[in-house]
C-alpha cells in the first residue's frame, strides 16, 4: 500500500534533484512511482501533430516512490507516515508532530 496520494506535497530525498520541493501530480501504483511538479525534468523528441508543432519538449518523469518524503503541513518539515485508526477511518498522522495529514 503506497502512503502518497494525488496532491500531496513531497520533498526528493536522493538523486539529482535532491532537496526539491513539489506536489504530487500522478500516482503510477503498479510502478510504484510518482510523477512530481518541476522534478525530474527530461527532454522528449516529439513528432508533429495536427495542432501542435514538433520538437524537443521538456516535461516531468516518474520518480521511484522511495525517493520522495511527504511534507508536514503544520511543521513544514519532509516526515514519515503514522497510520491512525478512528472509527471507520484510517487516517495518516506525521510521526514528528502527530498531525493528521489530509
Not at 22 to 44: H, M, P, Q, W, Y
Not at 87 to 94: F, W
Request: proline share 3%; hydrophobic share 30%.
Amino acid at each position: 500500500m503506497l502512503n502518497i496520494k494525488k496532491k500531496d506535497k513531497v520533498m526528493v530525498i536522493s538523486g539529482k534533484d535532491k532537496g526539491k520541493k513539489g506536489e504530487v501530480r500522478e500516482v503510477l501504483a503498479d510502478k510504484s512511482k510518482v510523477i512530481v511538479t518541476g522534478v525530474n525534468i527530461v527532454s522528449k523528441h516529439e513528432k508533429t501533430k495536427k495542432d501542435k508543432p514538433g520538437g524537443i519538449v521538456k516535461k516531468e518523469a516518474p520518480i521511484h516512490i522511495s525517493k520522495v518524503m511527504i511534507i508536514c503541513s503544520k511543521c513544514d518539515k519532509p516526515t514519515r507516515i503514522g497510520k491512525k485508526i478512528e472509527g471507520q477511518d484510517k487516517l495518516r498522522i506525521c510521526k514528528k508532530c502527530g498531525e493528521i495529514i489530509i
